[in-house]
């Protein structure tokens, strides 16, 4: 069987892009993400705007975030804000309970838009545009 | 060291702060923490090791040094900086939300930062095994909306402490200069008479201010203490009585042993 021992962490952290449709683009930010993965974030997001298009952030397979990746986010929002550009986020609330309770207890949760699905996040950004 | 001991030093770098946070989580997981402590103790590791590699070193490199042992119900987790130690500075990047203290102090049972400038910056954090124990302890006296709760040694402090104290209530509540000398030589006579009287190597003070006079409530003292003190303040040579410093005595006794109640108002 091929395999790793017990205990072996896999460094599944990853950033993606899913381009939706010419106007929204979803930025998935998959496993562990802290410090060192902010800079990747902010230049994705300054991207996706330059091209004039809505983000949806999913946190759906987010496993942890720190506090400079929350500050990231909330940076997110308002650059999407001041170019008039949709944003929203996807969190499920049976997700990673590390990223769920930074969320709560910073009280980002009531300072960004946060919606159960992708699809619902989607909807939301697509609404803000027509 | 004990068998739950676990020691990391390595370079004060962003991608090694994941090797922190797993290496603490690996371990925690081995000693039985809950999965939701396991999250919050990832989280308040890893606010503590970036907050050394951002601020320790200025660039220069350096080591962050993490320690984590258990203690009873608990990991108490450690994590240490050689560097610039704990300085002031404004928000010129707008790099963080300033969060990560404000973190560990919700998250962790209890947190204790220490440093100086030049010396570094020592960030304790205990987190316990379960969750239970997060409920906030019961307080043993109900807090004060006004006024002042004070303990300290019986022996010794009681006099400097108190008269000061007592001062500062008097003036806030406007006493003339005759009274705010009268209330001071009340504490310093508490003090050097009551000293062997205390029925504990602890003293508790009550101090308040209600309607221009002073409430004050002493004690404990032991058995008969209170009757002792009033005896002992009637001889003439330490000038009066307390009776006469005082616009109200009175002794109260309960389980934990004996009180004084005194009041003092601010005119004659």
Redesign the interface.
């Known amino acids: 069987m091929r395999g790793y021992p017990p205990g072996v962490v896999l460094s599944t952290s990853r950033i993606g892009l899913v381009r939706i449709d010419p106007g929204a683009t979803v930025v998935e930010i998959d496993g562990d993400h802290d410090l060192r993965s902010v800079a990747r974030l902010r230049g994705e997001v300054e991207r996706i705007l330059d091209e004039g298009a809505a983000i949806v952030v999913d946190l759906e397979l987010t496993t942890f975030v720190d506090s400079s990746m929350l500050a990231g986010l909330l940076d997110a929002r308002r650059a999407a804000e001041r170019r008039e550009l949709g944003f929203a986020v996807n969190m499920p609330s049976d997700g990673a309970e590390a990223v769920q309770r930074v969320i709560e207890i910073t009280g980002l949760g009531a300072a960004l838009p946060i919606f159960e699905t992708r699809e619902e996040a989607v909807a939301a950004v697509r609404a803000e545009r027509s | 060291m004990s068998s739950s001991d676990l020691t990391i030093e390595l370079p004060a770098r962003?991608?090694n702060?994941?090797v922190v946070?797993?290496a603490v989580a690996?371990l925690a997981e081995a000693v039985g923490m809950a999965?939701?402590q396991i999250?919050?103790l990832?989280?308040v590791v890893?606010?503590a090791c970036?907050n050394a590699?951002?601020h320790a070193y200025d660039e220069e490199p350096g080591p962050i040094e993490t320690h984590v042992h258990r203690d009873g119900d608990a990991l108490v987790v450690t994590v240490r900086d050689r560097g610039a130690g704990i300085r002031p500075r404004p928000d010129t990047s707008?790099?963080?939300?300033r969060?990560?203290l404000?973190?560990i102090a919700?998250?962790s049972t209890s947190f204790e930062l220490s440093g100086a400038l030049g010396q570094g910056t020592v960030v304790m954090m205990r987190m316990n095994l379960s969750s239970n124990g997060d409920e906030p302890a019961e307080p043993a006296t109900a807090p004060l909306e006004h006024g002042a709760r004070l303990s300290m040694p019986a022996r010794g402090l009681v006099g400097p402490v108190l008269s000061r104290v007592v001062s500062i209530f008097a003036v806030r509540a406007n006493f003339s200069v005759d009274r705010l000398s009268d209330a001071i030589l009340l504490g310093d006579a508490i003090s050097a008479q009551g000293a062997d009287l205390f029925a504990d190597d602890t003293t508790h003070v009550v101090v308040d201010e209600v309607d221009g006079s002073l409430k004050l409530r002493v004690g404990p003292l032991r058995e008969g203490g209170g009757e002792t003190l009033l005896e002992r303040m009637r001889i003439p040579e330490i000038g009066g009585s307390l009776e006469g410093l005082a616009d109200a005595v009175e002794v109260e006794r309960d389980g934990d042993g004996e009180r004084l109640l005194l009041k003092v108002s601010g005119r004659a």
Do not use: C, I, N
């Open positions: 962003a991608e702060v994941a946070r797993h690996g999965p939701g999250a919050d990832k989280t890893t606010e970036m590699v951002v707008r790099q963080s939300l969060m990560g404000p973190l919700a998250l």
